[in-house]
């Protein structure tokens, strides 16, 4: 967002609604997409980017429920505002188990929406900022994801947590014992080799299928991302 205009795509198949919204909330700032059609909604909301989707549950060709749950799939972390007549707790419960961030009932008021919105769109806006970018190589702690050039390295959640504490302080030589520390947060023998072997599994995966060496040995002192 960043003193940008709120960017939200809307899907909503009843006419009258769907204008309404479409409407008011370009009247209060907001950059709207709208789609009455599941399939259509589904497909904006994969391929594009948006600060937050409104989202019906009952939809032609493809009902909410779907359209959620295959957002979420893909890893498409875009923050969901599930909007619908259904007010029984079992469908809240579901559409936030499913991974929506708010639901909220129809008939609503715009000004509430419009304050929902905001509060997601901001939570989605703290995620995408902790990305972390060095070279070629992406993380996204949201999804615990490594990405080098365009491809995905599976990683333990160990060795993501080291790969992400050396390249969030890339420079500074972590030693053998603080990383244990904060790894691992508990006291190993001095012979024992868990962080090597930890490491050497991160290289194999990170390092060495790509030109550039990201993880380097200070002899004696530890290791250190540059």
Known sequence: MRGQALRVLVIEDEAKTARLLGQGLEESGVEVK??????????????????????????PGVDGWTILSA??????????????ARDAV?????????????????????????????????????????????????????????????????????????LDLLVRNQGIVFS?????????????DSDSNVVEVCIRRIRRKVDEPFERRLIHTVKGRGYVVR
């Open 34 to 59: 709208v789609c009455t059609d599941g399939v259509e909604g589904l497909t904006q909301a994969i391929s594009q980017d948006f600060d937050v989707v409104v989202l019906d549950l009952m939809l």
């Open 176 to 188: 053998k014992t603080v990383i244990l520390d904060r790894i691992w947060s508990m006291n190993f």
């Open 71 to 84: 957002l979420r799939q893909v890893n498409k972390r875009t923050p969901v505002l599930i909007l619908s």
């Open 90 to 162: 079992a469908d809240r419960v579901r559409g936030l188990s499913l991974g929506a961030d708010d639901y909220l009932v129809k008939p609503f008021e715009l000004s509430e929406l419009l304050a929902r919105l905001r509060v997601v769109a901001r939570r989605g806006q703290l995620v995408r900022d902790n990305v972390v970018q060095f070279a070629d190589l992406r993380l996204e702690p949201s999804r615990m994801a490594a990405i080098r050039s365009g491809t995905r390295i599976d990683l333990t959640v160990k060795e993501y947590q080291l």
